[in-house]
């Protein structure tokens, strides 16, 4: 007969075990359970973990079903023996109808061990900006004319018109008596690029341990560089629009690895909180430059005088 004696011991081990990863907790909600389509509502992701935790969440770029996600935010508060994160999204859908905030995903991991928690499900009412006039049409009445029209009416009309235009052009007259002269154009893309790319070196932002500062600012300057020059809302693009549009651009095959590598490389640090090494970083801002440097308007060549003279004699 095998003996016992081992039995509280592993009780104890798995118990242990057990508290560790079925100690983390996670809720969510909704600052409203209704929108109009295109508005945007914020979720809030609650993650209770043991301290010391990492905790991952999931892609903003896909798992939110039919919500997109426009902007993300993350805190942490540390206590003695758990870890308190706060993780709130700002989403909006453009479907009709009850849309669902399927279940996310978010892996704690501590000591080796991991544990996926999954929120619930949250159901949204979503109206569409065209509302129906439930009146209902009362019975119609055949007209009827007693003597000659009055033409107050028409006067009245015309002379309100009147005082309206007046009232609007001697508003925008005093306006423009006393408004300041508008400010200089923007300069042009590359150049407005390049200043910005020497600011963010001047920050020093790797030697100071901001890496993810620094890729979020060296992607924006890019993004605002490439909707200006190529005149596409870059800004507004995710890193999967940004890719789709660089494929099918007219940029060489030189300049679209470049800009696919950068994006690509950026993306896991904007949104899986990864800290690349000081070499990619340094690799991102040479070619962030490069970029700009193949992709720089070319000024215009004018034609040779002595040519055109010579071609006007024959």
């Not at 720089?296 to 034609?303: K, Y």
């Amino acid at each position: 007969m095998r003996s016992l004696a081992g039995i509280p011991v592993l009780l104890a081990i798995l118990s242990v075990f057990a508290s560790a990863v079925s100690a983390a907790r996670v809720t969510a909600n909704v600052s409203g359970d209704s929108l109009t389509i295109g508005d945007r509502i914020r979720l809030t992701v609650s993650v209770a973990v043991p301290s010391g935790a990492r905790v991952d969440p999931p892609s903003p770029e896909d798992g939110f079903g039919r919500f997109v996600v426009k902007q993300w935010d993350s805190d942490t508060k540390h206590g003695e023996r758990f870890d308190s994160l706060h993780f709130e999204y700002a989403i909006t859908t453009y479907t009709t109808g009850r849309c669902t905030i399927p279940s996310l995903p978010f892996v704690a991991t501590k000591d080796g061990e991991t544990d996926t928690l999954h929120t619930e499900p949250i159901q949204v009412l979503v109206h569409s900006v065209i509302t129906t006039d439930s009146a209902t049409l009362r019975e119609l009445k055949a007209p009827f004319s007693a003597g000659r029209p009055s033409l107050l009416w028409l006067w009245l009309l015309f002379g309100g018109i009147l005082a309206a235009t007046a009232v609007y052009f001697g508003r925008r007259l005093w306006r423009t008596m006393g408004k300041e002269p508008p400010p200089p154009p923007p300069p042009p893309p590359y150049e407005e690029a390049a200043e910005a790319l020497r600011r963010l070196e001047s920050k020093a932002y790797p030697e100071k341990g901001m890496a993810r500062e620094f890729v979020f600012d060296l992607t924006e300057i890019i993004k605002r560089y490439t909707g200006r020059r190529y005149e596409v809302n870059a800004p507004e693009f995710t890193t999967d629009e940004l890719l789709e549009w660089v494929a099918s651009s007219e940029l060489s095959e030189k300049e679209q690895g470049l800009f696919g590598w950068l994006f690509k490389t950026a993306h896991p640090v904007k949104f899986a909180r990864m800290i690349p090494d000081r070499t990619v970083l340094e690799r991102m801002n040479r070619e962030a430059w490069e970029f700009l440097n193949r992709t720089r308007p070319q000024p215009e060549t004018r034609e040779n005088p002595k040519s055109i003279a010579e071609e006007a004699k024959q």
